[in-house]
């Protein structure tokens, strides 16, 4: 199972990114799918999950500014975060959630998770 996340980079505040996390070795239409990051020192923080039903939830620091959605013809998912601010920097992961349990903390207690994509947000 391979997880790829792509579409980092370095921001203003206020920008945006689309951030997206190709899946190969699984199918992930049965499975929820979650987002979660990492800033320089500090711990794990879930930023969303994505159910089989498209149904979402976000942590409350990205509620209202971060959308994720998923393609499952592509086995892709995605996350759409817009008015990015400083402290959204950090390495972002997506991870497989087979318990659909949503946070974890440590990015290894996920079932499968990727390499992360950095994300700057500085002027």
């Known amino acids: 199972v391979q997880l790829v996340e792509s579409g980092g980079g370095l921001v203003q505040p206020g920008g945006s990114l689309r951030l997206s996390c190709v899946v190969s070795?699984?199918?992930?239409?049965?499975?929820?799918m979650s987002w979660a990051r990492q800033a320089p020192g500090k711990g794990l923080e879930w930023v969303s999950n994505?159910?089989?039903?498209?149904?979402?939830y976000y942590g409350d620091s990205v509620k209202g500014r971060f959308t994720t959605s998923r393609d499952n013809a592509k086995n892709t998912v995605f996350l759409q975060m817009n008015n990015l601010k400083p402290e959204d920097t950090a390495v972002y992961y997506c991870?497989?959630?087979?318990?659909?349990?949503?946070?974890?903390?440590?990015?290894?207690?996920?079932?499968?998770w990727g390499q992360g994509t950095q994300v700057t947000v500085s002027s």
């Open positions: 991870a497989i959630d087979l318990a659909g349990t949503g946070p974890r903390e440590h990015i290894s207690d996920y079932d499968y």
């Open positions: 070795g699984f199918i992930i239409s049965n499975s929820a």
């Open positions: 994505i159910y089989s039903d498209n149904t979402t």
